[in-house]
């Protein structure tokens, strides 16, 4: 039975496969899903993978991610690899990207950054410095941010 011939358990939604190890809690939160939501996921963390070595997975039934979410999911998971499932079927199969400019999606955590200090916020912006680890700047007042930081300063809505 080849990879494609696999039972996937949800009938319609989405799949995120290649998810470093350890990252499914964060790519939930980062979806904005958390205790209480009317959602229904199935989580499989540190599986075995010749690709990665170890990564997680996350699938989510009646879902289908934004390009914000997976540029989101970009950050902490750059090898993520997205499938939208209808009918049981893999409709669509993509790769995350990490975005040159990160735009709005993760909150400077230089406190006196323009980016919170004017009346009229603006959207904070980060460029990539180095990509693995993933290193980012801000855009306005050059805090850096390291991969493993990442996550607690993701904006979720
Ligand atoms: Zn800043």
Redesign the pocket.
């Known amino acids: 039975m080849g990879e494609k011939d696999r039972i996937i358990p949800i009938e319609d939604g989405t799949t995120l496969d290649h998810i470093a190890p350890w990252q499914a809690s964060n790519v939930l939160k980062i979806l904005g899903i958390k205790k209480g939501a009317d959602i229904t996921a199935i989580t499989a963390i540190n599986v075995p993978s010749p690709k990665l070595g170890r990564k997680d997975i996350v699938m989510i039934e009646e879902k289908e991610l934004k390009k914000k979410e997976t540029d989101k999911i970009a950050l902490i998971a750059p090898n993520a690899t997205i499938n939208l499932i209808r009918n049981s079927k893999v409709v669509k199969k993509y790769e995350v990207e990490l975005p040159e400019e990160i735009e709005g999606l993760i909150e ?1 955590p ?1 406190l006196t ?3 919170h200090v004017l009346e009229e916020p603006i959207v ?1 912006k980060f460029v990539v410095v180095r990509k693995n680890p993933l290193r980012i700047r ?1 855009f ?2 050059d ?1 850096v941010i390291e991969e493993t930081d990442i996550p607690a300063a993701i904006i979720i809505k």
């Open positions: 400077c230089n950054c323009i980016s904070s801000c306005y007042c805090k």
